[in-house]
């Protein structure tokens, strides 16, 4: 097995000479200023090293990645009654798709499409106004990542709220059939909010060890979710934390992984470590491409897969 600290140097050199690097995600402009160049790879191990390589120490932002911490929340605070309201299956179609939802009454087939997101931020809702749910959902990002430095960038989140017409529609159909509790607006507050996240590989690495550690933060010991709903996560990372080509991901890089439109991967080697990876440009389902390709090279040089002993 090649030695960690390398294998990343060794990867990160690689991506960043390649050329065709995909598309920035450009729907709203502060996505789409960001430069195609940047590389970023970063490993938290259960052991307790991080270990970075190229623009692994510059903020992005997050996007759907933060979806895998407002999942762990909501599991927390509702436990297994979330499942009446969320699927767990993959959707087979892209991220905003609206077109499944009408068959299955407005409940969304995972908690990561747009639609299951945006129903797990109704849930988190609960007894709160919009603000103290998004300053609860920071905060408990910030508590993973043991960095209070992390914030949201207001001005994605601005920019998402203008542009999200789909979104809008997507909490506005499942409001219809009785599957949010709250005013769409309220929901999507949050939503909006929590995918503008602004992190850095070495922060996301961070923040992702207790899925790779049975739920326990490495570092303190402290339980942030049973180690059953730790992994239990990373299964749906597996099945449906890449939309449409979550089969292609699982049957490539062969680990747990959740991409984001920002171009960020957070993926997990249970019992070993946590991955970030950010390259902004993406494939044609919306996904980094060579975080992706990054990925399918770290995991078969450090011979990680959970498919494999
Ligand atoms: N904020 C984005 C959206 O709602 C998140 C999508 C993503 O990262 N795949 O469209």
Redesign the pocket.
């Known amino acids: 097995m090649a030695d960690l600290e390398q294998a990343l140097a060794e990867v990160a050199a690689e991506m960043a000479a390649r050329g065709d690097r995909g598309e920035v995600a450009s729907y709203i402009p502060q996505l789409g200023r960001v430069d195609a160049g940047k590389f970023g790879i970063a490993a938290a191990t259960n052991d307790g090293r991080v270990l970075v390589a190229g623009d692994a120490g510059e903020a992005f932002s997050i996007?759907?990645i933060s979806k895998v911490f407002t999942l762990t929340l909501a599991l927390g605070e509702k436990g297994d009654a979330l499942w009446k309201r969320v699927g767990r299956e993959p959707s087979g179609n892209p991220?905003?798709s609206i077109v499944q939802l009408e068959h299955e009454n407005g409940i969304p087939r995972n908690p990561f499409i747009?639609a299951g997101a945006i129903v797990i931020s109704d849930v988190l809702l609960a007894g709160h106004q919009p603000r103290e749910t998004i300053g609860e959902i920071l905060r408990f990002v910030q508590f993973l990542a043991d960095d209070e430095t992390i914030t949201i960038d207001s001005a994605v989140a601005a920019s998402?709220r203008a542009t999200?017409y789909r979104?809008f529609a997507l909490a506005n159909y499942m409001k219809s059939f009785g599957n949010l509790h709250h005013a769409p607006e309220m929901a999507l507050g949050v939503y909006f909010h929590h995918?503008a996240i602004a992190m850095s590989c070495r922060q996301l690495a961070l923040a992702g060890r207790f899925l790779a550690n049975g739920g326990r933060q490495p570092s303190t010991g402290h339980s942030v979710i049973s180690a059953e709903r730790a992994r239990r996560i990373s299964a749906l990372m597996l099945t449906c934390g890449h939309y449409d080509g979550s089969g292609d991901f699982a049957f490539r890089v062969g680990i747990p992984g959740k991409s984001?439109?920002g171009g960020g991967i957070l993926a997990i080697v249970p019992g070993v470590a946590s991955l970030a990876v950010w390259s902004p440009g993406l494939n044609a389902n919306?996904n980094s491409k060579l975080g992706s390709i990054a990925l399918e090279k770290l995991a078969k040089m450090m011979n990680w897969s959970v498919f494999a002993p």
Request: contains cysteine; hydrophobic residues 15%.
């Open positions: 996007q759907s991220f905003n747009n998402e999200g979104n995918c984001g439109v919306g």
